[in-house]
């Protein structure tokens, strides 16, 4: 079968025996765009194959922020990332994708079109539910109650993995980043997550089953490469650290030894601005700009520009 990256409109031969399923993603090799494909099965669906106009100037690099433990800082991580990658002169865009809305509220939105808008209404891309923030560019995609149908409507339906990845497509020449905050559990949203993103994040306190917790979403991440997306890496980040605690220091350490290469040097330490932080609905670093996990987040968006390089602009 022939298959077409739609951003460098290369063209592939695809052994038929290769591919499991009537759809699939495929990874161009020529330019590194990840794309859903479609094993066409008759003449006339190979007509619908028309990806003329497509083409992007660049691409978003893609960041799950998950772990199937609450508390563990995902939506701070996520927020506050964001805005530290917005502040280095990145464009970024946080999609809310928990059905609790907290990154929403941490940036005083209490109502807006959420992802469950964007289904309902068929709406091909994000685009019209995406609104700017306060901190310049930062932009979002509201969670809203709406969401809860989502996952009760599509959770196990024919390809629901893809359904946040097909609606991104269009969008991801406009950012230079897209973290999406996950909720607690295995999910519609957290698999849509892990299959549209090139990275995770994994956001660990060091508290006594933390490990398990880790070993427990890089087992799905696992399934997720089988599956979905064969090419998502993740990357673990510790939160909460407490310099002061030895129980802190013991935990951070074994992480450490577990995982070497798989951990981001910077931590975030605990520091009750984040939280004063996100009663004001700001960001931490633009709460207070000297606080200690407001530069440890600036910290981190260097570690992540890093390595997690934006794709190159073709
Ligand atoms: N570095 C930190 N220092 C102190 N409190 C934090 C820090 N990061 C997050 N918190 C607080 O911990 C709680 C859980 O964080 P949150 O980001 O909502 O976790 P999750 O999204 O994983 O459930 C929130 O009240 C948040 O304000
Ligand atoms: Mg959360």
Redesign the pocket.
Known sequence: MIVVCQHCETRYSVADEKVKGNRFLARCTRCGNIFSAYRPVSVQQIEFLDFAGAKAAKRANIIAVS?Q?????????TLNLGAALAATGHKVLLVDF?IQA?LSLSLGVREGRSFYDVVQDREPSLDASVRPTRVPRLALLPSNKGMILLNKKYFHAENFEYMLIDRLQSITDQYDHILI?TP?SVDLFTLNALTAAGHVII?CQCDFLSTHGVDQILRLIKMIRGKTNPWIQAQVLI??FDDASDASNMISQKIQGMYPTQTFVGR????????EA?IMGKPVMHYDPDSK?GQAYTQLAQEVRKRMPLAAVI
């Open positions: 772990n433990k609450g508390g563990v800082a995902k939506t701070s991580t928990d907290n905050d607690p956001p939160t909460m975030i330490p605990y520091d009750n601005k984040v939280k996100q996990a």
